[in-house]
């Protein structure tokens, strides 16, 4: 059972505009959420989080907003640049008293930014 | 400024054979994890580690063992390795398990059972 989604395999947009990644979840005791951005050949690297009492994390071109009643969170990235092209994973953690800091991944986004 | 560092990069076994892929991090983190990474699956967690000389199991951790004998060092291994293990290996840590404290990966270790 996939704890979080990201049910968009593959985004392209022009370089500029807004890039919309979405996530969905289904356990409603995650105390925060990630994104990570990953290149080819390397590791996922942390882009922002956000905390399960908030709705909305600012970073410079990257927002990331949480709609808890939807189980919902997207990452915006304004203006979008080519260097943004990579793998987007969404990870979730911190379910409750059990929390050891595991997290939970979507399978990803790949974001294809076009000059 | 390391990080954090995983040995070797790439390898390929044969199915049976047994191996060991070496995590180290100099972040002096308490937490680390080993994750694999599989086409359309993202990444789920095989074992993670609290603290130094404890372990335990995470989302799939069926034909893998890990020790923390060191704080810096997280290994895992591979008794007798099948095909179903061929997939790209990433290690993480962190200081602590909160939001303000993300996860750390390395670059990851590609191996391919024969």
């Known amino acids: 059972d996939q704890q979080v989604k990201q049910n968009s395999p593959s985004l392209s947009v022009q370089e500029g505009r807004i890039s919309i990644l979405n996530c969905d979840y289904t356990n409603s005791m995650f105390d925060y959420f990630l994104w990570y951005k990953k290149y080819p050949a390397e590791g996922p690297t942390f882009l922002i989080s956000i905390s399960s009492i908030k709705d909305k994390n600012e970073d410079g071109r990257f927002t990331v907003f949480l709609n808890k009643s939807a189980k919902h969170l997207s990452l915006h990235i304004v203006p979008s640049q080519p260097g943004d092209s990579a793998v987007y994973f969404c990870a979730a953690s911190g379910a409750g008293s059990s929390n050891t800091g595991k997290l939970i991944f979507g399978q990803g986004t790949t974001l294809q930014v076009k000059p | 400024n390391a990080g954090v560092t995983q040995t070797p990069k790439f390898r390929v076994l044969k199915t049976g054979q047994s191996m060991t892929l070496l995590c180290a991090q100099d972040?002096?983190?308490?937490?680390m994890y080993w994750y694999r990474q599989d086409p359309g699956m993202g990444l789920r967690l095989i074992h993670y580690s609290v603290g130094e000389g404890t372990t335990a199991k995470g989302e799939v951790p069926d034909g893998y063992n890990v020790s923390r004998l060191k704080k810096q060092n997280f290994l895992l291994g591979l008794e007798s390795a099948a095909p179903s293990q061929t997939s790209v290996y990433f290690c993480?840590?962190?200081?602590?398990?909160?939001?303000?404290?993300?996860?750390?990966f390395g670059d990851g270790t590609r191996l391919s059972i024969l």
């Open positions: 972040m002096n983190h308490e937490y």
């Open positions: 993480a840590s962190s200081y602590s398990i909160w939001w303000d404290q993300p996860q750390h």
